[in-house]
């Protein structure tokens, strides 16, 4: 079981930035793949941003290309994910994930491991 504890969230007027960071309570990251899901009230969970267990490749759906970007620092142990530009529709639960398998993150199956969640509000 890995746990993972996410920081950073808040409240941020539109167009502004925020980064989040993510880090495991008990092991080390850089055996996995990871990942940054959100969720808002009444609609389906998205994921925003994955990067392999080596940071070497990384994913971006439409929604937030160009806006988001996420990295990872094995050896502080942290996950990261900077937001610019941010809109109102960017308001949600930010999640921060791990699985062993990056094809787990990205794909249908969804990845083992989530923390409890930050909030990120975005004002117009």
């Known amino acids: 079981q890995v746990q993972l504890v996410e920081s950073g969230g808040g409240l941020v007027q539109a167009g502004g930035s925020l980064r989040l960071s993510c880090a495991p309570s008990?092991?080390?990251?850089?055996?996995?793949?990871m990942g940054w899901f959100r969720q808002a009230p009444g609609k389906e969970r998205e994921l925003v941003a994955a990067?392999?267990?080596?940071?070497?490749?990384?994913f971006y759906p439409d929604s937030v290309k160009g806006r988001f970007t996420i990295s990872r620092d094995n050896a502080k142990n942290t996950l990261y994910l900077q937001m610019t530009s941010l809109k109102p529709e960017d308001s949600a639960v930010y999640y921060c994930?791990?699985?062993?398998?990056?094809?787990?993150?990205?794909?249908?199956?969804?990845?083992?491991?989530w923390g409890q969640g930050t909030q990120v509000t975005v004002s117009s």
């Open positions: 994930t791990a699985d062993y398998h990056y094809a787990k993150v990205v794909g249908d199956m969804g990845p083992d491991y």
């Open positions: 008990d092991r080390t990251i850089s055996s996995y793949a």
């Open positions: 990067i392999t267990s080596s940071g070497s490749v990384s």
